[in-house]
C-alpha cells in the first residue's frame, strides 16, 4: 500500500507555501492526478487511506492543509485561499507530468461544496462530491448554491448523498438531480438509501462502514466508493 509523504508547495505568488499531503502509486504508472479537498483541521487516518486507495488504483493523490493559514475552527473552505491552494496542488502535479486534462477534484461535506466551485472556475478534467451541502442556499461567501453551479460546470461532475442525512433532504437532492439533468457536462447526482457519515471526515474510504450513521447499508459504501473510481476512470483520460 502508498505510503503517504508531506511536500510544502509555493503558492503562485510566491508569499507562502501550503502543506500537501501526497500518496503515489507504488510501482506502477501515474494515471493521472486527485486533489482532495477536506474539512479535517489534521491529517487523521481517514484522509491517509482516501490518499492511499487513489494511489493504490494508479492515481498520484494530493491533499492540501486548506487550514493552514489559521486555526481559527469557524474558517470555511472557500474564496481565494481555496483557489490558491488548490492552484498550488495542480501546479505540483503538473510539474510530476500530469497534464491537465488529468486532474480530478474530490471533496466531502462542505469541501464537497467546494470541489463544485473549483469545477467551475478551474480547468480540471472531473470532480466529485460526497455530502456537499448547500444545495438551495450557499454555505457561505464564494460557495454559490449547487442548483446555481451546476448551469456553469465546465468539469464532468459526480455527487454522492445519502437519504439518511439530516442536512442534505431528499426534496433539495431532487431538486438538484433536475437542475444538473440541464448542466453543460456530464452531471450525475446518486443517492442511497444510508449514506450519512460524520461530518470532517471523509469516511467513504475507511475500513468497512465506520465513521458512518447507524444503521448504514456496507453494499451502498461499496457501491459509492466503485462510483468515485469508475468516474475518475471514465473521465481522466
Known sequence: MAGITT??????????????????PDGRPVRGGIVVLHESRRFGESVRQLLRSLADEGWLAVAPDLFHR???????VFGSDLFDDFDASFDWLLSRGVTGDRVGV???????????????ERPVGAAVSVAARG??????????????AVATLAAPWLALYGDD?????????????????????????????SLAHRRSE???FSD???GFSDGADEEDVLDARDRVFEWFDGNLR
Open 7 to 24: 511536500e510544502n508547495v509555493p503558492l503562485r505568488d510566491d508569499s507562502a507555501t501550503v502543506p500537501l499531503a501526497v500518496a503515489e
Open 70 to 76: 489559521r486555526d481559527d475552527g469557524d474558517v470555511g
Open 106 to 120: 474530490l471533496g466531502f461535506d462542505d469541501a464537497g461544496t467546494a470541489a463544485v466551485t473549483v469545477a467551475v
Open 135 to 148: 444545495v438551495l442556499t450557499p454555505l457561505a461567501p464564494g460557495a454559490p448554491a449547487l442548483v446555481e
Open 165 to 193: 442525512d439530516d442536512e442534505t433532504t431528499p426534496e433539495h437532492v431532487e431538486r438538484l438531480r433536475e437542475a444538473a439533468a440541464h448542466a453543460p457536462v456530464a452531471a450525475l447526482v446518486v443517492s442511497y438509501r
Open 202 to 204: 471523509p469516511s467513504l
Open 208 to 210: 468497512g462502514v465506520d
